[in-house]
DNA sequence: CTGAAAGCGCTTACAG
DNA sequence: CTGAAAGCGCTTACAG
């Protein structure tokens, strides 16, 4: 009964302070003043429980990623974060570590908790799981969901336009033989960047020699392992792109040990800008995913749909190259 | 009016239907399993804010670290948010940006949201900021703050601990050299590190040799040119710890860069056992911070605390080394 | 073992 | 421009 003891404090119902709170026009200025100042002198804090319960919004948007320690996540986390917080609005987050059910787990809890809106910023979504927002009607938003972007609002990353940033770099640095560490056959996120590799690369007029791709499992070893192989052609390529950052990390490792100086001998460009790649050596080049964007975009587009607008439902982001010192001419040594 | 839908099916009041939820004991089985069957049918979920403004507990803890892109924190976020879910408890989840302002009004922003507990995981804490909690009677959980832990729960870690395991590997091993890569003079978390390390050393009845001390940013860069000093001393030492571990992994480049080999010419151990040490090459060996320990003891804390009971205000954990790579045996070399 | 009813703290037609 | 009152969906003494 606290706003009562603030309406009482001015002497007014507790109507007039709810609406001196809620900004409605059409109170006289004095009784504003006279509201404000009880509210002052009293510390009172409208209770967000009363008010969620009369509203039926509670100004919680749910957030979920597929794992906290990938680094990938923390700047998309602090930006969604940093949005919400702006408008008032308070972000549960979760994490489905890449498994489904949790998904499913998540989604629930958090229409249980009557969130207004739901990002799902994981790389594997089932349907299903999504399902029961729609039921509940709790906007969605989705990152990089192709097959489901017809259905649900989706923030997707135009990958090819990185790779084709980075291909303009190294040919203008006059490389042509470029290997590729690719990820996991079964990790779709990984073979959609193979995709826009190959697309761009055509684009570019240039070949794909089957025998400079190697695979990794997406993280350091797995770059380690696969950079090992490309250095072990005959001709080997003069520039290798990956899949992620980790993989490039594992790369750079892998020439190292072969005694290969990067980027004198061989260049390295990786795919993230992970904060890991300015901290290795020599910092690597790579090419930037527009995470903290995507985190704008599906913010604005769970907004958008709270507010029933229904045109910006999706968006396309592209992702660029950033410069840093993996990369340079071709030695003439090869030629 | 949802409970309402359910009694209704079932034939109860909406106050047995309360009781089936809660689980209160003296429902006939009958009734329990009647208004089982219409909650299944019907898909009813409590709502959450309905409840809590009865309750006045909400099942909101709120989460404070400093940084979102400090690799330390993920697994802390993570134990504790494990915790709070397996208990039903949602979790808010902010970040100061190591900003004493931005703590205070984090703090705010969970009260008036009305948490039930806050957990300040963050290395800086003016006591000011904490004040608020105390005065809308919400239980608070501190780390690491020695200052305050007579006035507030705190979960601290003993350093020292860490690096007495640390000293007796390398004494096993034969070192007797060992040079220190501190942190910034005015960062508090820094000062307690390298205190804890010089106790260690003086028990293990080593001497400081002051210009085997070498201050760095406790970043890569900072730990890479701290260790560029050490290795410029004549004579240097043979073993090297670090305050963290990102100063680990910059000082294991500045020995790649001087062409002197880890662990053979030289040992390296860092400190918190960040995800990034069994990155590099090679893996180093670190002292782990046991922050998922820390979450585990925090969140107890928190709900003890909740619980009315006075016990368990403070706990104490001890970093243990972890073996990897990055340590080996004097070498002949320098004997 | 169960129900009727009050009340948690707000917001919002409705009336004036 | 402002107030009296209903109602959001629960839980919990109280009564039987």
């Known amino acids: 009964m606290d706003i009562l003891q603030v309406a009482k404090r001015a002497n007014v119902s507790t109507a007039t302070v ?12 004095k009784t504003v003043a006279r509201v404000r100042r009880a509210i002052a002198e009293t510390n009172y804090v409208p209770n967000p429980n009363a008010r969620s319960l009369r509203m039926g919004r ?16 923390p700047e998309l986390i602090d930006a969604f974060e940093a949005l919400a917080s702006a408008e008032g609005i308070e972000v ?5 570590n890449y498994d489904p059910q949790r998904l499913h787990n998540c989604i629930r809890r958090m229409i249980e908790r009557s969130v207004d809106a739901i990002a799902v910023m994981t790389s594997e979504v089932e349907e299903e799981s999504l399902r ?3 039921k509940a009607n709790v906007p969605l938003v989705l990152m990089n969901q192709r097959k489901l972007a017809a259905k649900y ?3 997707s990353v135009e990958y090819a336009t990185g790779f084709g940033e980075a291909l303009d770099h190294l040919l203008a640095l006059g490389h042509r033989d470029i290997g590729f560490i690719a990820g ?3 990790l779709s996120s990984a073979q959609g960047r193979k995709e826009a590799f190959k697309k761009a690369l055509k684009a570019h007029g240039l070949q794909l020699r089957p025998e400079w791709i190697a695979t990794g499992d997406m993280r350091v070893e797995g770059g380690r392992t696969a950079m090992a192989k490309l250095l072990a052609c005959d001709p080997r ?14 790369a750079l490792q892998a020439a190292h040990a072969a005694h290969i100086r990067v980027p004198k001998d061989i260049s390295i460009i990786g795919f993230d800008d992970l904060p890991i790649v300015s901290m290795v050596q020599p910092p690597l080049t790579t090419i ?3 995470r903290r964007e995507v985190a704008e975009q599906a913010f604005d587009c769970l907004q958008q749909a709270l507010q029933g607008k229904k045109n910006k439902t999706s968006a396309t982001l592209h992702p660029h190259l950033v410069l840093r010192n993996s990369t340079a001419p071709v030695g003439l040594r090869r030629r």
């Open 288 to 290: 930037r995913h527009p």
């Open 18 to 29: 709810s609406r001196v709170i809620n900004g409605f026009p059409g109170v006289r200025e």
């Open 58 to 73: 509670t100004r919680l948007f749910g957030l979920i990623i597929s794992d906290v320690n990938n680094p990938f996540f």
């Open 92 to 96: 549960i987050f979760t994490h489905t």
């Open 237 to 250: 390529p003069t520039a290798v792109l990956a899949t992620n950052d980790l993989m490039a990390v594992g």
């Open 132 to 134: 029961q927002a729609v």
């Open 184 to 186: 996991p056959p079964l």
């Open 153 to 155: 609002p989706n923030v």
